[in-house]
């Protein structure tokens, strides 16, 4: 049985997985022309797929690091350091979702270059702070939020707003092209025959958009 710690940083890094693959594949899409059909389904999957990072990252910024320094003051400069990476890669998220507007207005050569320059930036902000963060910051974390603090965070600020629909989906996500260790790590996030009803209604279309994004690229849900 995975332990609760454990479990707050699997799926931590599962998140992570999810940004680092999606980033690879946008990165690969866009190294030639794009057809409108998945140009559109790619620039869509863009905007939902920073929406997710700015609710994930706010959740931080509000929730998680507060609550860290109330028990650990001393980590004061290593929140500093997480807020500025968070800076610079909401920088970067709204260069990317501005470039991917008008690569969908209009597939031009031009706008599929800038585009891919700005996934090029989002890598460049994004894959740094996310090793930061696993090999750093959340050990340090786990060390010192105890379950309450983990119940109270993931009520009040992760899954706060969040509509089934929209779990759903983000479910569906997390389990693209994952190992079955983690993917059942994800399926503990729901009663099982929650999941179980989420997966029928949400997977199949799930798996369609993919394709229509990715082509070749996409991976199998587990």
């Known amino acids: 049985m995975t332990s609760p710690d454990n479990a707050h940083n699997e799926m931590n890094a599962i998140i992570h997985h999810g940004l680092r693959r999606d980033l690879d594949r946008l990165e690969a899409v866009l190294a030639h022309p794009v057809p409108q059909?998945?140009?559109?389904?790619?620039?869509?999957?863009?905007?939902w797929m920073l929406d997710q990072l700015h609710h994930h990252h706010v959740g931080e910024d509000e929730g998680v690091w507060?609550?860290?320094?109330?028990?650990?003051?001393d980590l004061q400069s290593l929140v500093d350091e997480m807020e500025a990476e968070h800076e610079a890669l909401a920088a970067a998220s709204d260069g990317l979702r501005h470039a991917a507007e008008g690569f969908r207005a209009e597939g031009s050569e031009a706008a599929r270059e800038a585009v891919a320059a700005a996934v090029t930036r989002m890598r460049q902000a994004t894959l740094p702070h996310?090793?930061?963060e696993e090999q750093v910051a959340m050990p340090l974390v786990l060390e010192t939020l105890d379950d309450d603090d983990w119940d109270y965070l993931e009520k009040n600020?992760?899954?706060?707003?969040?509509?089934?629909?929209?779990?759903?989906?983000?479910?569906?996500?997390?389990?693209?092209?994952?190992?079955?260790?983690?993917?059942?790590i994800v399926k503990t996030q729901a009663p099982a025959p929650l999941f179980w009803v989420l997966s029928r209604i949400a997977g199949p279309r799930y798996d369609r958009d993919a394709t229509r994004r990715w082509g070749e690229l996409a991976g199998v849900r587990a």
């Open 157 to 184: 600020h992760f899954r706060k707003g969040v509509s089934l629909p929209d779990a759903a989906v983000m479910f569906m996500w997390l389990l693209d092209d994952l190992d079955d260790r983690r993917a059942a």
């Open 66 to 73: 507060p609550r860290t320094l109330d028990k650990r003051p």
């Open 130 to 132: 996310l090793d930061h």
């Open 37 to 47: 059909a998945q140009r559109e389904a790619v620039c869509d999957h863009v905007r």
